[in-house]
């Protein structure tokens, strides 16, 4: 490799939120193994450089809070964001500077979170290349290209009318308009608003996605019709980098030792990923359920996941109970490792692209139980399009757990999706293989950011 090459640095800038910052961490990973130097950005991120043992070479440099995060409660997650770009500019523009003075004209490109776009105003300032980086689907991204030409009022019209829900978006069967990512984020026109600066791909000269061509191609297809630069599919992004990625929550390995013990795709895993939130009646109904199926299962409850409850401390005896008949509870566990684990016949998840990700990649089959966003489309893809999943829709009620957990894990069905996920699971082992789409995408951007 040429000695230059070597030395040439990329600067990541991740969200400072578990599902974007893991498969950023992994792209690092990922360019380091290319020869690439890398400086991570961060911002409220410093539990990533103190475990900084799982990124020897990484260098990090913190960005001044512009914003403090506990605003995003206050002003919700999308007004939040573009108040974030907003603000962040400056501070940006100024971390740029001061690498440029300490290491020379030595950065090849900036890789940023597509919700961080302040940063591509000091690319454009310091003539840096760019690249933005999307964390979920290329159909999600997709969706935000649709979503950015549309207009609110018109769009909320539109709605009311069941025909045009289930209409099929023009080239990108099976997308329904209904299928738009547009619920549990407030009102419309600021997401639309926030669509339209996601899309703006500004001077960035390409885009990557954590996805393979085998999963998504026809929306990969679209999507670089539609903008015009390089689309860059290397996903699964954990497997392209050998690495599981950082957990922001403390990991309880005890769950694997309770997995040894359990019978082959018996267990029913249950992880509503870093951000969602029951009630507390909710919980109940999945425990009954769980409890009623037979079936062993292991249940990720973390602090904050319980409505006005503190985790798994201050469960009700009833679920305690029910728990140590039948099951496991962890307040985090090691999820890829969890997937692997031959015990393991289902995954309960809330279907964040992560999640998605990992479960396809390891051939489980899915209940899927989305709370917002991508959530849906994502469940949609898994229930629909690969059919390798159910969802379960409405209100949790104990009986239509203990059907859907026995659907997965016991009944024909369940063996049948189980058998087309680990189709799935083969042609994604293929896509990062050498020669695959995954692993060329990977040389093909290495090429592309040694001679930019």
Known sequence: MEKSAEKRRIVLVPVAAQGHVT?????????????????????????????????????????????PQSESKTLGAIEFMKKLNKTSEASFKECISKLLLQQGS????????????????????????????????????????????????????????????DEVLEGLHPLRYKDLPTSGFGPLEPLLEMCREVVNKRTASAIIINTASCLESL??????????????????????????????????????????????????????????????????????GLSNSNQPFLWVIRAGSILGSDGIESLPD??????????????????IE??????????????????????????????CRPFQGEQKLNAMYIESVWKIGIQLEGEVERGAVERAVKRLIVDEEGACMRERAFGLKEKLKASVRSGGSSYNALDELAKYLKTG
């Open 338 to 367: 969890v997937l692997a684990h031959p015990a393991v016949g289902g995954f309960w998840s809330h279907c964040g692209w992560n999640s998605t990700l990992e479960s396809i990649a390891e051939g489980v089959p899915m209940i």
């Open 106 to 165: 030595d950065i090849a490109c900036i890789i940023y979170d597509k919700l961080m776009y302040f940063c591509e105003a000091a690319a454009k300032e310091f003539n840096i290349p760019s690249i933005i980086f999307s964390s979920c689907s290329a159909t999600n991204q997709v969706c935000c290209c649709v979503l950015s030409k549309l207009n609110a009022e018109k769009f909320l019209i539109d709605m009311e009318d069941p025909e045009m829900q």
């Open 318 to 335: 009833e679920i305690s109970k029910m728990v140590s008949e039948r099951g496991y509870i962890v307040k985090w566990a090691p999820q």
């Open 219 to 288: 929306t990969l297809s679209w999507m670089q019709q539609e903008l015009g630069i390089p689309v860059y599919p290397l996903g699964p992004l954990h497997i392209t980098a050998s690495f599981p990625g950082p957990s922001l929550l403390e990991e309880d390995r005890s769950c694997v030792e309770w997995l040894n013990k359990q019978k082959p795709r018996s267990v029913i895993y249950i992880g509503l990923g870093s951000l969602s939130q029951m009630e507390t009646m909710e919980m109940l109904e999945m425990a009954w």
């Open 23 to 67: 498969p950023m961490m992994q792209l690092g990973k990922a360019l380091q193994s290319k020869g690439f130097s890398i400086t991570v950005a961060q911002g409220h991120l410093k539990q990533i450089s103190s475990s900084s043992q799982h990124f020897p070479g990484f260098h990090f440099v913190t960005l001044p809070e512009s914003l």
